[in-house]
């Protein structure tokens, strides 16, 4: 039969395949504002330029002092001058203390600072502490203490968020070198998403996927050809891949007469990576490569194209974005039993659940591959392999649906 799928993968053959091509792509690395990397992954390691903190800073308002002198004042020190946050304080006069507030540099001369409500200040001028002295060296945040100059602050492939704003910032960066967002055209297919067609059906997997890959941080272009010629596919392919990075078709990747996006791709001169994964939904996912560039061809079925999406192109995606890290899947207690088809993998999107022990997942009904309400009643997607099925209350680990978590 045309096109059949008589060489098809296992699911974690396409996997290795892909991630093996994701490591091939041709990163490029732009330096973009701080406020503008969020979501993006750092495309080199980040040192510390200095240490946090660079001197030793107080970490109360109060008084700087020398331990050893108030500890032989007992009518206690007098005050010479205040420092706070942003002066470069004179050293500290040899029996004196030093009012100084939360973040100033600890003048040269003082090793111990106490809170000023913890000290009185008596009529002469003079300070003392108000029960016990504190131990030397108290209140001080030491030089370095926090990471030494030189310390790596981001790795590369980490993908930045609040917390590296903070970080970066505070060394005073204004940008970073992150890996430039992938360039995915989109190209959705078939006569029904004319709306002329006496049977017009609304393109739903073009905007799903759209989404996917801009939360993942793509640049997405979209393309629709609202027909099943030939000439008309490849005309369209051709062009969408001409200004792309990768290319994610959805539609006519099955074995039908009217299925034409596999020939119309090997005719441009792609080279199929693998043809088919034993999976369902989704067995047509076919993967091709050209030139470095990748083709995902995800099937038409709108649930099938989300999973194949979740589970291949995104990793994908991410990868070529630079970001290594594995999916962060989450634990839980599946409360229904099911046994996969031999030689087959299942994808069963669940809910999850709080209960007393973490997340309990609960299968949604689904009328299969053509089914696009099921995504919106689940938050993650469970694996189910032949060899392990899965029992009432066993613990498995599920796929989170949105990449904010559950
Ligand atoms: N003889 C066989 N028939 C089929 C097989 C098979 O192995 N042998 N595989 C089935 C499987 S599994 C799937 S999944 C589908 C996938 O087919 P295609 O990828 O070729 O998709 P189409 O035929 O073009 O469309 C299928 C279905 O999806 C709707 N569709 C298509 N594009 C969109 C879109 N952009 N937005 C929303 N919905 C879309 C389309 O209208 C059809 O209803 O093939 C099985 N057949
Ligand atoms: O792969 Mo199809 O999506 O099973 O119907």
Redesign the pocket.
């Known amino acids: ?1 045309r096109n059949s ?1 008589t060489g098809m993968v296992a699911c974690d053959t396409a996997l290795q395949l892909i991630a093996g091509c994701a490591a091939q792509f041709p990163v490029r690395v732009m330096r973009v504002p701080l406020a503008d990397a969020l979501g993006r992954c750092a495309a080199e390691d980040v040192h510390a330029v200095s240490a946090r903190p660079e001197a030793d800073i107080s970490a109360m308002d109060g008084y700087a002092f020398a331990h050893a002198a108030m500890a032989a004042a007992s009518g206690g020190l007098p005050v010479a001058g205040q420092t706070v946050a942003g002066d470069l304080p004179e050293p500290l006069a040899s029996g004196f203390a030093q009012s100084v507030l939360t973040g100033a540099r600890i003048p040269l001369g003082a090793d111990c600072v106490m809170a000023k409500e913890r000290m009185r200040l008596a009529e002469n001028g003079r300070v003392m502490p108000d029960r016990a002295l504190a131990e030397k060296g108290a209140n001080i945040r030491r030089a370095g203490e926090e990471f030494p100059r030189g310390e790596t602050l981001l790795a590369r492939g980490t993908r930045l968020d609040w917390r590296h704003s903070a970080l970066l910032a505070c060394q005073g960066f204004t940008d970073v070198a992150v890996v430039a967002p992938v360039r995915v055209a989109v190209v ?3 006569a ?2 004319a709306v002329d067609a006496p049977d017009a ?6 905007p ?1 996927l759209a989404a996917l890959l801009r939360e993942a941080g793509a640049e997405v272009v979209l393309h ?1 050809v609202p027909s ?1 010629s030939p000439e008309a596919l490849s005309a369209a392919l051709a062009e969408a891949w001409a200004e792309a990075d990768v290319l994610v078709t ?7 007469q ?2 034409n ?1 596999l020939d119309a791709l090997r005719g441009l001169g792609a080279e199929t990576l693998f043809r ?1 994964v034993t999976i ?5 996912l076919t993967v091709l490569t050209h030139r470095q560039r990748v083709a995902f ?6 649930g ?2 989300a999973i194949c999406a979740v589970v291949f192109l995104l990793p994908y995606i991410r990868a070529a974005m630079g970001d290594t890290s594995a999916p962060a899947c989450i634990p839980g207690a599946v409360d229904f039993a099911f046994t996969a088809v031999a030689g087959t993998t299942h994808f069963i999107p669940v809910s999850c659940h709080a209960v007393a022990e973490g997340w309990r997942f609960s299968a949604v009904p689904t009328v299969g ?2 089914d696009i309400i099921a995504f919106s009643r689940a938050s993650a997607l469970l694996r189910i392999d032949p060899e392990t099925p899965a029992e009432v209350g066993q613990v498995r680990w599920a796929l989170p649906l949105q990449p904010s978590g559950i």
């Open positions: 039969m799928f959705s297919s078939g029904e998403l059906r609304a393109d739903s997997n073009s799903m629709t099943d959805t539609g006519g990747i099955s074995v039908g009217t299925d996006v088919g369902r939904p989704g067995k047509p061809c995800l099937p038409g079925n709108p099938a194209s591959a053509s």
